[in-house]
């Protein structure tokens, strides 16, 4: 079993899952609860805006979103839109790294992300750049 993690706040690190793959957001959400992370999940970007509403109502911010761009209803690409124009006026943002099947160099310019992966990928490394992303926070 993994250490607990706590960030400053004295609070597990709560990364935010969106992906239309329910076995993808299962398999990540299960991996991050063994490391420690406290996972959120939302099938798309309008529930992920609904997910971060109620968040931030409650004072529960994540610190990192994993996120997919191909998605129905509110595509990944939309979500970061909202996000910076919703989210950055009222709190910093968190960290995002797109999980996707395809990406190519001018898409990876545009997007503002701390990181990209490309499908498939090994569990491990999205662990791995999960601590990264959150290392700094833990107290």
């Known amino acids: 079993m993994s250490q607990q993690k706590k960030n400053l706040e004295g609070r597990q690190p709560i990364v935010l899952v969106v992906d239309d793959n329910p076995a993808i957001r299962d398999m990540v959400s ?17 529930e992920a805006l609904a ?11 994540p610190d990192v979103i994993l996120l997919d761009l191909a998605m129905p209803g509110m595509d990944g690409r939309a979500f970061l839109a909202q996000l910076h124009a919703q989210w950055q006026s009222a709190h910093p943002l968190p960290s995002v790294v797109v999980i996707t099947a395809r990406m190519s160099d001018s898409d990876i310019a545009t997007l503002e ?27």
């Open 113 to 139: 992300v701390a990181s990209i992966i490309v499908k498939p990928f090994h569990v491990r490394e999205l662990l791995d750049i999960v601590r990264t992303l959150t290392t700094p926070l833990m107290a």
């Open 51 to 61: 997910w971060m509403d109620n968040a931030s109502r409650e004072g529960r911010y």
């Open 30 to 46: 299960w991996a991050l609860e063994l490391d420690g992370y406290e996972p959120a999940e939302a099938a798309e970007g309008y």
